[in-house]
């Protein structure tokens, strides 16, 4: 055959038209390439994630045993307050998987290569809409499937119920997904018409909504809860505040509604809601897709060519803040850290987070005095100390995880310019530590001045935890920036993917294992200084346990920075 | 006509991208689509392969109009925008059986036409492997044969040099060469203007949206009043300092 022959290339004719049908295979192909290559090249994470979920869905079993067998012990109550936990559930999950299907959604049809590579194909933009949306579902309804699995199981073995209730549990599932998923269809198509190039501003407005509406509750609810002991009339008011969930107009009503019938064994209403939810999910997502599909081309235009909001960036508050914050350090290092600096505080999806997670530990910290009017006795101070500590160190190992084990990884294709700079590799290095440690303890020590005064601890323990704190900072730190020079991922640029890679999730457990150290020691501390009975100063064991904590919190970190280091002075750029 | 652009303007906000442009493309020609960043060549291309829709005006490919016909107009016509898109997890060869199945091409011709366009262009040597490790070039290399793979009426390329061999480049000229003596069309929007002045037969220069000069090589000298070359006149019909009168200069359309 000749390169090109007039003869035999006759205009190819569209034998048949390409289907939703080719591109959902097309997804599966490159799922099982996917899943090929990590049972291929990396099995041991494999093994881990699987490992870790195993873990979660079996420690969300046992909570919501607990939980239910708890619930059971008081009759009366648990006529309530069961149907609540189901209503509650589903709303909060429809919230939850609307805003991640939508998220998803517009990553995938407004802001990335592929749309615009589908869009030149002659597939049709309804079959486009739809493999994205199935897409969108599948990997946004696993948070329903984590919880809800776990949630099925432990009511049927605590109720002792039949095998036609967990079908009726899982068609529910299934068939209430597409709703909040179609509404998340629509919110993308909304943000690409009318907030083009504001994407990720909109996804913030959105979480401070969230988060508003989250707080008005909480207020309303604070209110009650802090004027009355625990009293059937108090559960009766706090669960009244909560009747809106209950709302028959709610989709997630129908679907808690059809639950609860399955397991009071009433197979004909439980279908009728099952029905209900099962065809309003249909109908949404088919009216969603066929809107988003009618608007798809506009909407993708709007998306790509809307005019950029410019700005000007003098950058001098960074500067200051900077300058102020690492005055120590050589002009050269600050250099370093001030672009980190500007990187961080210019990407709203990267410090959002943080705050997010940091204002709402310090909401449940000012919230926690209140709860308990008449003070702590000696067991729930320590308990809770300990609570707090443990809660606050997952939290910055999630943060170190999530955010400073990509730090080296992100300087990307340009990390040859760090071999240029007129710093040694182990500045950079250092630089970078400084920079991840600033800003976790700026989080983590106010936070856990909170934390001491909510309590009401003595100045001795109050130290020892905010010690115990800063050391882990240090330790977090040393093996997120370490791991991350050991494991780097240069040619991705998402700081996300960076981190659900092998080292991230080697990072990751290695983090957690420190905090469980540190826990351990730190209940020791709190346990010892308890069995003084007193609470108010560290005798030598809990002091010993605390300088273990940081012993090894502080060791760990120089551990794996030093083991960073070595590696990236190796590293051929 | 294979292309036919008429009256077609685009705005962005308050910027008007492009500006009321004019084109007619015919069979078996090369076109090559000239003008300097930010001038309106991406937004053109983007509005005849269906990713954007005009504000004003019409184009129509093999006689179908984009607006209307859409499906029909994309299935005569393939796209090599200037940063190829891959699916990581895909091979080459997997991406290439998706395409081909996409265009509708039998299933007893496509391992065939594949192999074909896969030695052209020195893919078969990594078409089993993933995509998420190819270079810049590889990924530049099977976008292309991909777009030949259903052998449109048009082929539509931009910047289809980058980061190319010199070897791959001077294979690609041949097959836009070939390709446009059996009857085919190729509009090729480029910087490289040694390709342009060596292979188009027509060239058009976009600048501030609207249609500058368009003609051979030998009409836009003769009209520049002298022997320069491309570049020379490029230079001096997108000058921001002396921007040239239009009718002046529009040659042919």
Request: glycine fraction near 6%; include cysteine.
């Amino acid at each position: 055959m000749t390169a090109i022959d007039a003869k035999t290339l006759v205009p190819a004719t569209t034998r048949t038209e390409p289907t939703f049908w080719l591109l959902l295979r097309l997804k599966l192909t490159i799922l099982r390439n996917r899943m090929r290559q990590l049972t291929d090249q990396t099995p041991l994470q494999l093994l881990m994630v699987l490992g870790f979920l195993a873990t979660i869905w079996l420690g969300l079993y046992l909570i919501f045993d607990q939980v239910l067998r708890f619930i059971r012990q008081y009759e009366k109550e648990a006529i309530i307050a069961l149907p609540y936990v189901f209503h509650l559930f589903f709303f909060s999950m429809t919230i939850l998987l609307g805003f991640s299907t939508a998220v998803l959604v517009y990553g995938s049809l407004f802001a990335r290569e592929e749309p615009a590579f589908l869009l030149t194909t002659p597939n049709k933009p309804r079959n486009i809409v739809a493999v994205m949306y199935v897409e969108a579902l599948f990997f946004s309804s696993w948070s329903l499937i984590l919880l809800g699995v776990p949630l099925m199981v432990a009511i049927g073995s605590v109720q002792g119920l039949p095998w036609h209730f967990y079908l009726t549990f899982i068609g529910a599932f299934l068939g209430f997904v597409p709703i909040p998923g179609a509404i998340g269809l629509v919110i993308a198509l909304l943000v690409a018409l009318y907030l083009p190039r504001v994407a990720k501003r909109s996804l913030m407005y959105a979480a401070g909504f969230l988060i508003l509406v989250v707080l008005i509750i909480w207020a309303r609810l604070w209110v009650i809860s802090s004027t009355e002991n625990i009293t059937r009339q108090w559960v009766h008011e706090l669960l009244g505040e909560l009747s809106y969930v209950k709302s028959v107009l709610l989709p997630s009503a129908w679907v808690s509604k059809s639950i609860q019938m399955s397991i009071q064994d009433n197979s004909a209403d439980a279908m009728f809601y099952l029905g209900m939810t099962i065809l309003t999910g249909l109908c949404m997502s088919h009216w969603a897709i066929s809107l988003v599909a009618y608007k798809l081309k506009p909407a993708f235009g709007r998306a790509h060519s809307a005019p950029t909001h410019t700005r000007n960036y003098t950058g001098w508050a960074s500067r200051f803040v900077t300058a102020i914050a690492f005055f120590y350090l050589s002009r050269r290092m600050r250099a370093v850290i001030l672009k980190d600096v500007r990187h961080f505080l210019r990407d709203p999806v990267q410090w959002s987070q943080l705050a997010i997670l940091f204002g709402l530990l310090s909401l449940y910290l000012f919230y926690l005095p209140r709860s308990r009017p008449d003070g702590f006795t000696l067991q729930w101070q320590a308990l809770i100390c300990f609570m707090n500590f443990v809660a606050i160190t997952l939290i910055l190992s999630t943060f170190t995880s999530r955010f400073v084990f990509p730090m080296v990884s992100l300087e990307g294709k340009q990390i040859w310019l760090a071999g240029l700079w007129p710093l040694t590799r182990n500045q950079v290095m250092w630089a970078k530590f400084l920079y991840a440690l600033t800003v976790t303890a700026c989080a983590a020590i106010p936070v856990t001045y909170l934390s001491v005064r909510a309590v009401e601890l003595s100045w001795a323990m109050g130290l020892a935890q905010l010690g115990a704190t800063f050391g882990c900072c240090i330790g977090l730190c040393g093996l997120a920036i370490g791991m991350g020079a050991r494991w780097p991922n240069y040619k991705e640029p998402t700081a996300s993917r960076i981190s659900s890679g092998l080292g991230g999730t080697i990072n990751l457990i290695a983090s957690v294992a420190l905090v469980a150290s540190n826990g351990t020691l730190f209940a020791f501390t709190c346990l010892y200084s308890l069995n003084e009975r007193q609470l108010v100063g560290l005798e030598w064991h809990s002091a010993t346990a605390l300088a273990a904590s940081i012993v090894i919190s502080v060791s760990s970190g120089a551990f794996c920075m030093a083991i960073g280091i070595r590696k990236f002075r190796k590293e051929q750029f | 006509m294979a292309i036919q652009i008429e009256n077609v303007t685009k705005c962005f906000g308050r910027l008007r991208a492009v500006d009321g442009i004019s084109l007619n493309v015919k069979r078996g020609e090369l076109f090559a689509f000239l003008g300097p960043n930010g001038a309106g060549k991406t937004t053109t291309i983007k509005m005849m392969t269906g990713l954007l829709t005009p504000d004003a005006g019409t184009i129509t490919i093999c006689g179908h109009p984009m607006a209307t016909d859409s499906q029909i107009a994309k299935s005569r016509i393939a796209f090599v925008p200037d940063q190829p898109f891959l699916y990581g997890k895909l091979t080459a060869r997997e991406f290439m059986r998706f395409v081909g199945e996409m265009y509708g091409i039998d299933k007893s011709e496509l391992p065939g036409r594949m192999q074909h366009y896969m030695d052209q262009l020195a893919v078969s040597g990594y078409a089993d492997q993933l995509a998420e490790g190819y270079s810049h070039g590889m990924k530049q290399r099977v976008v292309l044969a991909a777009a030949l793979l259903h052998e449109p009426d048009v082929l539509v390329v931009d910047e289809p040099m980058v980061g190319l061999d010199p070897r791959t480049a001077r294979k690609v000229k041949d097959i836009f060469r070939e390709w446009a003596n059996a009857g085919r069309t190729v509009f090729m929007s480029t910087h490289t203007l040694e390709v342009a002045e060596a292979i188009a037969d027509r060239i058009a220069i976009i600048n501030h949206g609207r249609i500058v000069a368009c003609g051979t090589l030998a009409q836009l000298k003769e009209k520049a009043a002298h022997e320069h070359r491309l570049e020379d006149i490029f230079l001096e019909l997108t000058d921001p300092e002396d921007p040239p009168e239009m009718e002046e200069t529009v040659l042919t359309s």
